[in-house]
């Protein structure tokens, strides 16, 4: 346990202690916000990459390698959506087909 605590120290790993039960952003609520917040960043991700690439072809000054990266850092937040999403739908089937 030592070991453990002397590799944290020289990551500087900040701890953050645990929400107590009773907290507002715990439980269930916080999770549907962070996914919500989650979709809102990937939506804003597709609009920016959609803005430059308007932009672009459009003739505006933009760097087309940016635009690329702003494409597929979209593509890839929303495949990561995507996936997150298919998992949670497995989790909820199994959880549904619990026998009580």
């Known amino acids: 346990m030592a070991s453990i605590n002397a590799i944290q120290q ?49 003739g505006g000054d933009v760097n087309p390698a940016e635009v690329l990266t702003a494409v597929q850092k979209a593509d890839m937040s929303f495949k990561m959506m995507l996936q997150v999403r298919n998992k949670m739908m497995q989790a909820y089937a199994e959880v549904k087909d619990i026998r009580v």
């Not at 039960?21 to 439980?27: A, I, L, N, R, Y």
């Not at 991700?45 to 072809?57: H, T, Y």
């Open 10 to 58: 020289q990551l500087s790993i900040p701890q953050t202690p645990n929400p107590l039960p009773g907290k507002p952003d715990s439980g269930p609520e916080s999770f549907g916000k962070f996914l919500l917040e989650g979709i809102q960043e990937v939506n804003q991700m597709q609009q920016d990459a959609d803005r430059a690439v308007e932009s672009l072809f459009t």
